[in-house]
């Protein structure tokens, strides 16, 4: 009778400890929005409303809130922001438009995705109606004034005075007519 | 006993079908030495191109297909193999087992190999070219800008991390099981540890690797959007997790290399290795601090200042390990009776090149200095000092160290001093201006840059000359002496240990069928 084979356990372990990282390559895509949550890391990438006030109208303070409008690659439409600068008191509400047309002979359909920046006041920016929500369908020729409603929490850290929020317009036409 | 009964097979079908660790060792090294020379000639033409400012023999585009294809030949074609290739030849006999635990997938994880490559370096050809990318391939330059040749370069890489993955799990299985009696884990030569820790890295990251051109692949061809922004994805997710593999990576390249300087120092310093159970320790945290500084590759990412510090922080810890590994090296050398033969000239030559590569490493661990530095050349002499003085001079240490036990011969002396010396003088020439041009500015991946850096410029490409020509030195003193030269005694350097060296010069084709006694 053979003895068993001291190597089968061996590869079975090591085979099951690659198939086991392979996965963990996969589940590294959520963990790292979870770990950009826990640690307070924001991206924001809030698909939907906040539905929360800012505390307290603070009117002894004022924060500038800067606008930047950016095209991705290839993407031809016209964006800029109506007011490339607010400033505004923490825990008020404020809004402003961005203006967007669409150059090009053909219908298309657009996704502007928000940053905030500094990254540490993404957590105190909560946008209560923003187009970045939806998506915008213009046909040739087109132009649309899109609205933003926002309100800085009055719990801004001190240190900062400055929250610049910029938007990049993708074209997702194909992604959306796939559908 | 069937050991003996028979020795290699005639023709061609010895080498597709062999099963013996030593072929497959030597195929591993002639493969990894062939894809050496081709990623050289992509190395020449980028120093051809920026022998002087302007733009003078290539496109832009084909500038960067070069750079990429360099990296990715010479990290995954030319480096790795040939540990693999070492690993294959030395373990068995330095473990005292008969062969690798497991032969006919040794033999398929070598075979993958070539067609991988071929895969790879067909795109060259193709009307969309080689992948322009760079060797770390960021989305979403690889994936929504990438060329149509993309996609070959992926299942390129599916198939040489399948075949890395493979040898690892060879590796982990022969020396657990393997050992001759008597051996154990703490009598195991350091070129054994070092393979068995790198080869647990490999399996811990070679997947990830995969899933990330796999994602990749996705992303291109099915609609996802794991690095799109515009479905919902981030880039920066892309350049976590390809770092998340590709530090570990580099500690793969360079691990067994501290193994190779261990065997050797001791042989030529005719003392034992100083510290042996520091190194092993040293050599445990190295691997393990490896999985928690991925970041310090992306510090200009916009990450928080928290991350940035821990990040530093842990990168730096890495220099406590290695450093003890350097002291460890040079008080095994310390009142020996040293002499200078061709592997310790190299390894001698690795310890100070290679410690200049770890001080620029920590220089560039700094955070607040790396935004500096970041994408400069500074970058690119840092790692070619440790990848090329570092990991490729312990290569050739180790073919020197072991040639003559596998040959039968003694390499010819002169001719290897020579080999050494032109290549000391043409690496040095080649990266060390780099970090000067790196420091004043000069960006990675340009085939053209501003007038001030010409001379320094210059005299890298005139390194890379030297360089590239003294590695045919090198090719003909290996087939000279694998056709004779002076007969090598089985213990061949005078101070030589190990269970390698009792065996005859050269390793008959089976070896250890009767396990040795380990005292």
Redesign the interface.
Known sequence: MRAPD??RP??LW??A??????G???A??PL?DVLCDV???G?D?I?APVDRSGGEIDAARTVRVQFVATN??TMPWEFRPERFELRVHPGASNGTRFHVRNPAPRTMTA?A?PSV?P??AAPYFHKTECFCFGQQTLGSGESLDMPLQFIVDAALPEKISTITLSY?L???TA?VA?R | MAADHHGPAKGIGRWLFTTNHKDIGTMYLWFSFTMFIVGGLFALVIRTELFQPGLQFVKPEFFNQMTTMHGLVMVFGAIMPAWVGLANWMIPLMIGAPDM??PRMNNWSFWILPFAFAMLVATLFSEAGAPNFGWTFYAPLST??APSSVTFFIFGVHLMGMSS?MG??NV??TI??MRAPGMTYMKMPMFVWTWLITAFLL??????????VT?MLFDIHF?TS?FS????G?PV?FQ??FW??GHPEVYIMILPAFGVISEVLPTFARKPLFGYTSMVYATASIAFLSFIVWAHHMFTV???I??ELFFMYATMLIAVPTGVKVFNWVTTMFRGSLSFETPMLFAIAFIVLFTIGGFSGIMLAMAPLDFQYHDTYFVVAHFHYVLVQGALFSIYCGVYYWLPKWTGHMYDETLSKAHFWLTFIGVNLAFFPMHFVGLAGMPRRIPDYALQFADFNMLSSIGAYVTGFSQLIFLYVVIRCIRGGRPATDRVWEASHGLEWSVPSPAPYHTFAIPPQVR
Do not use: K, W
């Not at chain 1, 400890?17 to 392979?22: D, I, N, Q, R, S």
């Not at chain 2, 399996?203 to 990330?212: D, E, H, Y």
């Not at chain 2, 922004?229 to 919902?232: E, F, K, L, T, V």
């Open positions: 001291p190597n061996t590869v090591t085979c400890a690659a198939v086991a990282m392979f963990f390559g996969f590294l895509v790292y640690m307070g890391i991206r990438t698909t991705d690659g996704q995705i920046s990254a540490e990049t993708f074209d997702v992604r796939a | 635990a497991l929504a800008y993955i690892a799990i982990i299985a657990i099981n399996i811990a990251v070679m997947p990830v690797l995969a899933g990330v994602m609609g794991f922004a515009a479905g919902g981030d997710l976590h997790v998340f593999f916009g990450m928080p928290a991350g």
